[in-house]
């Protein structure tokens, strides 16, 4: 940049000049810098408009005391201007350093994605995209689930390459310390249901039956869904925050560098003991709902605490255990593979992170909500 002559030195001016037929000279004179208020581009565009036809611009900035980013702004939305209406512009005139970040910027192509588009996408056109990712999301879903059951394969065969410790301590983030979240969460559904079935069962005389209510609701439906939510949103963003780190980090790369499978060594230890922790954790939360229901009905009800629960022990029934037991475990494996899968597909920046945190919050839940129903109709199908 020109040294700054005095503190004093003249604002940016521009005047304008015709050399010859076809050319205009754009002369600028003062200080362009950020801190003084510079004459607009428009005030070029309009002197193009009044005048004779112009194919060529070309600029004086020999009385220019001092410039920075100012002046690239204006010379670039000048160029802007100029190359819409197809006029050729020569930059010999301006300042050397100028010169060289215009000739940088031509060089360097622009990312995708930077800037503002100049207009929006056909509808047609965002449908067409919309689809195209929906068919490559799928393929590389498909794909990914495929290598989970190879590598679970070679678990079974004993050919599994993991640390054994690695299972033992996602057990125990999986299991042990999630127990306060799922407690509290467990007790206050019971509660709930109980409170709103108190509510309708009173007007009949029936507050018996909220055992009942209480007992099956949890034991077969609620108690797995509850405690999957919880995990989805506590494990599985774990889950994916942890991979999407390691593929940031390229570690992930490294593995493969080194010949180890990351779906046996890191996806598997997490699959397998979600997938092991999740029916034990549905039966406590199956215990700590017929809890809440307890304290309503005795609280609120005036019911015997032996009459609860022989209430509850004739409602509830074993198929009903074994069905929410075999939900736990299937919404397990589920947030594993969601939250898995969304920290393999990680991008290589911080907020991709982020962004696969949540999704694969999203994804886990939306997979317990569909694979609840499947499990519904299958077992109303069955007569179960």
Known sequence: MTDRKD???A???????????????????????VENRRPSPED?????????????????????????SGLLAFVTRVMDLCSRDGMAVDSKGLPEGVQKLLALAAVVPQKKGVGRE????????????????FFRSTGEILAFVGEVFVAFGRFLRGKARFRGS????????????????????SLLVGLILAFVGAVQLMMFGAQIYV?????????????AIMTGIIMAGRTG????????????????????????SPMEFLVLPRMLGLA???????????????????????????????EYFNQTRASVSLYDLFIGIFQGAVFGVLVAVAGCLRGMQCGRSASAVGDAATSAVVTGIVSIIVATAIITVLCNVLGI
Not at 281 to 299: E, N, P, S, T, W
């Open 7 to 9: 503190r004093g030195s």
């Open 11 to 33: 604002p940016p001016e521009l005047g304008f000049d015709r050399p010859e037929q076809g050319t205009l000279l754009i002369r600028l004179t003062g200080e362009w810098t």
């Open 44 to 68: 070029v565009r309009k002197e193009l408009a009044s005048g004779p036809p112009v194919t060529s611009i070309r600029f004086d900035t020999g009385d220019v005391s001092h410039w920075d």
């Open 118 to 133: 100049s207009g929006k996408d056909s509808f047609l056109s965002t449908v067409g995209a919309e689809t195209t990712d």
């Open 166 to 185: 690695d299972l033992t301590l996602v057990m125990q983030e999986c299991g042990l310390q999630a127990l306060p979240i799922v407690s509290l969460i």
């Open 211 to 223: 055992a009942s209510l209480v007992g099956i609701a949890m034991v077969r439906v609620m108690g």
């Open 237 to 260: 963003a774990a889950f994916a925050a942890q991979l999407g780190t390691m593929e940031v980090n390229e570690e992930i790369d490294a593995f493969r560098t080194m010949g180890i």
């Open 276 to 306: 092991l922790m999740m029916p034990l954790l549905c039966l406590y939360a199956d215990l700590m709902g017929i809890l809440g229901g307890l304290i309503v009905g005795v609280g609120m009800l005036d019911l015997n605490v032996v």
